[in-house]
């Protein structure tokens, strides 16, 4: 069983990145630096009465995003339908010159019970260990226990830094995504 991603061993989930032009992984590594420098993603997905958008803690294992939801809440009904979602990762920017952030698409899908749901509970109580507090509150601890795991494989990721010019981008695409 793989562990999840620190920031020194993002690659092993990403064989099938297309890292072109990326001598030695850089692009990679600031990719993969930036997603271990924030906690929150802005999830959108779109359903039957139109889009929706929210706003969800995540880890990481390689690009794989995983979180946990409330399988009942409007993204995860929208994830049962619909796998195909896109979502962004930035902090709150002051002016646009210094503005940088992640655009991901890809495909997400629920964990099945069991070892898939296990790695994605380790690997966000690793990064959230408030998840596994015994005195957390009794509403966290029912509402966690209730929730289910959810993986992102994404297609392309595309970092944007407006510090290296207006508009300047990088990009990762994935040949194989997996399921």
């Known amino acids: ?5 620190a920031s020194s061993d993002f690659m092993k989930s990403s064989a099938d990145a297309k890292t072109i032009a990326d001598p030695g992984g850089a692009r990679a590594a600031r990719i993969a630096a930036f997603l271990d420098a924030h906690h929150v993603m802005s999830v959108a997905t779109c359903g039957p009465n139109g889009p929706h958008a929210a706003s969800l803690f995540y880890a990481r294992d390689g690009f794989d995003l995983i979180w946990v939801s409330d399988p009942k809440s409007e993204h995860s009904r929208h994830v049962a339908e619909r796998a ?3 979502v962004t990762i930035a902090r ?3 002016d646009f ?4 952030g992640l655009q991901i698409a890809g495909d997400a899908h629920r964990l099945a019970d069991g070892a898939d749901s296990a790695r994605a ?4 109580e690793a990064r959230y260990p408030f998840l596994r507090d015994a005195n957390a509150s009794p509403a ?5 226990d209730k929730a289910r795991f959810y993986r992102l494989v994404p297609a392309r990721i595309v970092f944007i830094d407006n510090s290296r010019g207006l508009g300047f981008k990088e990009t990762l695409e994935f040949a194989n995504p997996r399921p």
């Open 1 to 5: 069983m793989r562990r999840c991603s």
């Open 84 to 86: 195909r979602i896109a």
């Open 92 to 94: 709150d920017y002051g």
């Open 97 to 100: 010159p210094e503005i940088k």
């Open 121 to 124: 509970r380790s690997c966000l």
């Open 140 to 144: 966290l601890r029912e509402a966690y």
